[in-house]
């Protein structure tokens, strides 16, 4: 065998090897894209039927602001009971909300800062190699 004929077919090999892992590659997109096209089909169904589960707790949470004001006006005015019952919902959102800041404070920004670090701590290290 020739030197000319080995690097002919060592040519061959490697580009049917390289078409073959391309058609793999193709198969394995086509596969996950017809996979997240499923998963977002069966999700959308569930953001539905969620929305639709915050719509109706938005409801119950207004009947029960009403429910908090008739049982106030029992013995307060009718505008006192409001307004004790505005105050008492707006405490407690805040409280709500202050404690919700806190638990997610760890979390922000939401970026993956220590990975983006690494990354221009790398950069900076193969600038100053060269």
């Not at 089909?41 to 539905?48: E, K, N, P, Q, T």
């Amino acid at each position: 065998m020739t030197s000319r004929q080995s690097k002919a077919s060592a040519g061959d090999a490697f580009k049917s090897l390289s078409d073959a892992v391309a058609g793999l590659l193709r198969q394995e997109l086509r596969r996950g894209e017809a996979e997240m096209r499923e998963k977002a089909r069966l999700g959308s169904r569930g953001a539905v039927l969620l929305a639709a589960a915050g719509v109706c707790g938005g409801a119950a949470a207004g009947t029960a602001a009403v429910t908090l004001v008739r049982l106030l006006d029992r013995v307060l005015s009718p505008r006192a009971s409001a307004l004790a019952a505005t105050a008492c919902l707006g405490v407690a959102a805040g409280i709500f909300a202050s404690r919700g800041f806190r638990e997610l404070r760890p979390a922000l920004p939401l970026l993956p800062t220590d990975t983006l670090g690494s990354l221009a701590d790398d950069l900076d290290a193969s600038e100053s190699d060269n």
